[in-house]
């Protein structure tokens, strides 16, 4: 299986900050990684597709990249909305597997 | 509006079995990749299964021989079928659309509410 490695698991950041989360592959998933947004209560949301594309309707602030094993999400400047917990997932081999999430939190 | 809504969630005792149901407006269940993703309480995602539209199957290890991904085309409804259910199968259960790009699966693009599956005595 693929384990993907997310760091840090959590962060304090504030308002108007770059704030950066990384995924790291356990073997080559060429592009095939997708970015969430999961707030408290509610379901995950689909930010970026094949590791640098914005899903539709998605805010320009996020951006993601990277390719085979080393990947990064982008905030470019944090709002108060994008407090939430973010999850990598790859999706090039079964089973799929999710990082372990970092959760974003307000400093 | 694209969305999809899960149900069927409950109590139910460990060995038990549980079957939950997640109807699709807005697309067509058969002509996509759909999936199930869950989480523990306080914990993350975990894949749990995909269905292909042609057919195929994939289940997370941890549920293989216990789950099994369906569909109605007639209902447009995708369905998990849960059996022999343990104390760790308690979660939160989300249906998913998944996205196709040049012909391959690009993650899970629509997301429903979840429902929540308890197993306990």
């Known amino acids: 299986d693929i384990q993907m490695t997310q760091s840090p698991s959590s962060l304090s950041a504030s308002v108007g900050d770059r704030v950066t989360i990384t995924c790291r592959a356990s073997q080559d998933i060429r592009n095939a990684l997708g970015w969430y947004q999961q707030k408290p209560g509610k379901a995950p949301q689909r930010l970026i597709h094949a590791a640098s594309r914005l899903q539709t309707g998605v805010p320009s602030r996020f951006s993601g990249s990277g390719s085979g094993t080393e990947f990064t999400l982008t905030i470019s400047s944090l709002q108060p909305e994008d407090f939430a917990t973010y999850y990598c997932l790859q999706h090039n081999s079964y089973p799929w597997t999710f990082g372990q999430g970092t959760k974003v939190e307000i400093k | 509006e694209v969305q999809v809504a899960e149900s069927g969630g409950g109590l139910v005792q460990p060995g038990g079995s549980l079957r939950l149901s997640c109807a699709a407006s807005?697309?067509?269940?058969?002509?996509?990749?759909m999936s199930w993703v869950r989480q523990a309480p306080g914990k993350g995602l975990e894949w749990v299964s995909v269905?292909?539209?042609?057919?195929?199957?994939y289940y997370a290890d941890s549920v293989k021989g216990r789950f099994t991904i369906s569909r109605d085309n007639s209902k447009n409804t995708l369905y998990l079928q849960m059996n022999s259910l343990r104390t760790e199968d308690t979660g939160v259960y989300y249906c998913a659309r998944v996205g196709i790009l040049l012909g391959d699966p690009n993650g899970m693009d629509v997301w429903g509410q979840g429902t929540t599956v308890t197993v306990s005595s």
């Open positions: 269905l292909y539209s042609y057919g195929n199957t």
């Open positions: 807005g697309f067509t269940v058969s002509s996509n990749y």
